[in-house]
């Protein structure tokens, strides 16, 4: 029998989260291993999960609920309550008690959505990624400690290892339909992820090194699953390396200008708890060229191109991609929609061509649309009719790799 679709894609989403010495591990015998409640009318059970994903411009919290029925192997994500704050925990680096009371302030939702009764059964995780990865090792400590201090505080139940920083490998996430999969393209403050199911030998091959493939068992078969973060590639970590800012002395004085930016634009801008003097560049050539030969600098060399990036896999795309495409006018804020990659460069062209009528969408708007641009192109190799599917959800659950890390944390639980 095969599984259902919300099934099938609550199993990929798991191997997702999964670390690589587990993708080998059977995921067909977690009804031993998950917390329940009995449900004596259907003879199903329903338990909580609440996760915190810890971005590099905010902090987001996933409360799932889920379903498992007697009848089926696995349990079925039954809903999903999601909430976000900005900005993000590295904000914070330098005052790590208030990180602290922002995931106090996000746990009134978990609060609310899981009944009290289930409180002290209702796992609680936190798992960071490149914002405080590019944090100093003890500023990043010293939030994760105020994090963990707040959790041991709530009445929810706290894992070994409840909060920390994910390695860039388990960023990624698949969904996959019987022949037809599905890749994944996810663009952070810090970081950028690719995931997809490759069909040629290859593309596995021809992989720069074992970091950019996970295996997983499934229904018998194994599966090799072309998946890697890029550290530093994020919209907002791309931003600070086109402006030559990224680890750059003497920011309290220093101006650090860009074609991409108006050419009359001067202004403060502050990310991963520092603040920068950014302008545009009055003295020389401004516009979408001149931009993209700065941009293909943070990509070219970096970004690894797959062997292949079939037109028949369906590529989402979310995050960053789904925000800027909504700024550049090319997609519904809320029903989200179908783009090529031509259209993120026609309307980086547009975008960098009328500068001087953007700002008050965003100054950055020429630079952001140009990065996607480049990293879609020159970073993975997509061509300009390759199509991309924009959305924050998939079968309505909020595209993150949360739900999978969330998964993983079940089988190391054993909660009864």
Same mark, same amino acid.
């Given at each position: 029998?095969?599984?259902?679709?919300?099934?099938?894609?609550?199993?990929?989403?798991?191997?997702?989260? +999964?670390?690589?010495?587990?993708?080998?591990?059977?995921?067909?015998?977690?009804s031993g291993i998950l917390p329940?409640?009995?449900?004596?009318?259907?003879?199903?059970?329903?338990?909580?999960?609440?996760?915190?994903?810890?971005?590099?411009?905010?902090?987001?919290?996933?409360?799932?609920?889920?379903?498992?029925?007697?009848?089926?192997?696995?349990?079925?994500?039954?809903?999903?309550?999601?909430? /976000?704050?900005?900005?993000?925990?590295?904000?914070?680096?330098?005052?790590?008690?208030?990180?602290?009371?922002?995931?106090?302030?996000?746990?009134?939702?978990?609060?609310?959505?899981?009944?009290?009764?289930?409180?002290?059964?209702?796992?609680?995780?936190?798992?960071?990624?490149?914002?405080?990865?590019?944090?100093?090792?003890?500023?990043?400590?010293?939030?994760?400690?105020?994090?963990?201090?707040?959790? *041991?505080?709530?009445?929810?139940?706290?894992?070994?290892?409840?909060?920390?920083?994910?390695?860039?490998?388990?960023?990624?996430?698949?969904?996959?339909?019987?022949?037809?999969?599905?890749?994944?393209?996810?663009?952070?403050?810090?970081?950028?992820?690719?995931?997809?199911?490759?069909?040629?030998?290859?593309?596995?091959?021809?992989?720069?090194?074992?970091?950019?493939?996970?295996?997983?068992?499934?229904?018998?078969?194994?599966?090799?699953?072309?998946?890697? /973060?890029?550290?530093?590639?994020?919209?907002?970590?791309?931003?600070?390396?086109?402006?030559?800012?990224?680890?750059?002395?003497?920011?309290?004085?220093?101006?650090?200008?860009?074609?991409?930016?108006?050419s009359k634009f001067r202004d403060?801008? /502050?990310?991963?708890?520092?603040?920068?003097?950014?302008?545009?560049?009055?003295?020389?050539?401004?516009?979408?060229?001149?931009?993209?030969?700065?941009?293909?600098?943070?990509?070219?060399?970096?970004?690894?191109?797959?062997?292949? +990036?079939? *037109?028949?896999?369906?590529?989402?795309?979310?995050?960053?991609?789904?925000?800027?495409?909504? *700024?550049?006018?090319?997609?519904?804020?809320?029903?989200?929609?179908?783009?090529?990659?031509? *259209?993120?460069?026609?309307?980086?062209?547009?975008?960098?061509?009328?500068?001087?009528?953007?700002?008050?969408?965003?100054?950055?708007?020429?630079?952001?649309?140009?990065?996607?641009?480049?990293?879609?192109?020159?970073?993975?190799?997509?061509?300009d009719s390759t199509v991309l599917?924009?959305?924050?959800?998939?079968?309505?659950?909020?595209?993150?790799?949360?739900?999978?890390?969330?998964?993983?944390?079940?089988?190391?639980?054993?909660?009864?």
């Amino acid at each position: 029998m095969k599984p259902s679709g919300p099934l099938l894609l609550l199993v990929l989403l798991a191997t997702a989260g +999964l670390s690589r010495a587990q993708f080998g591990t059977s995921l067909l015998d977690l009804s031993g291993i998950l917390p329940s409640l009995s449900r004596p009318a259907n003879h199903s059970r329903i338990f909580y999960a609440v996760m915190f994903d810890a971005g590099s411009t905010g902090t987001r919290i996933h409360v799932y609920t889920f379903i498992q029925s007697n009848s089926e192997p696995l349990p079925v994500l039954d809903n999903e309550m999601f909430h /976000s704050i900005k900005p993000g925990l590295s904000a914070y680096a330098d005052y790590p008690e208030t990180a602290g009371e922002t995931v106090r302030m996000l746990l009134k939702v978990a609060k609310k959505t899981v009944p009290r009764l289930d409180w002290k059964r209702t796992p609680l995780v936190l798992r960071a990624t490149a914002g405080l990865r590019l944090l100093p090792a003890t500023k990043a400590q010293a939030l994760l400690d105020q994090v963990q201090l707040v959790f *041991d505080e709530s009445p929810f139940l706290v894992p070994d290892n409840s909060v920390s920083i994910m390695n860039g490998t388990n960023e990624g996430h698949l969904n996959a339909h019987a022949t037809k999969t599905v890749g994944i393209l996810d663009l952070g403050g810090g970081s950028t992820q690719i995931t997809f199911l490759p069909k040629l030998r290859k593309t596995i091959e021809s992989a720069p090194d074992g970091d950019y493939v996970a295996r997983f068992g499934f229904l018998n078969s194994t599966f090799e699953l072309y998946t890697h /973060s890029y550290l530093g590639n994020g919209l907002m970590a791309a931003r600070l390396s086109t402006l030559g800012a990224l680890g750059a002395e003497g920011l309290e004085w220093k101006v650090f200008k860009s074609p991409c930016l108006p050419s009359k634009f001067r202004d403060d801008w /502050s990310f991963g708890g520092l603040t920068y003097q950014v302008s545009g560049d009055q003295d020389g050539r401004a516009g979408y060229k001149t931009c993209y030969q700065e941009v293909l600098k943070v990509v070219k060399g970096i970004i690894h191109q797959p062997h292949e +990036l079939e *037109d028949s896999n369906v590529f989402y795309a979310f995050s960053y991609y789904f925000d800027r495409a909504v *700024d550049a006018g090319l997609i519904n804020n809320v029903q989200g929609g179908t783009v090529r990659v031509r *259209d993120f460069k026609k309307r980086a062209k547009e975008a960098c061509s009328k500068m001087s009528e953007f700002p008050a969408v965003s100054p950055f708007l020429c630079m952001d649309l140009t990065y996607i641009t480049c990293l879609l192109k020159d970073g993975f190799g997509f061509k300009d009719s390759t199509v991309l599917q924009l959305t924050k959800k998939v079968k309505n659950v909020e595209a993150s790799w949360a739900l999978g890390a969330m998964l993983d944390h079940f089988h190391k639980l054993k909660i009864h």
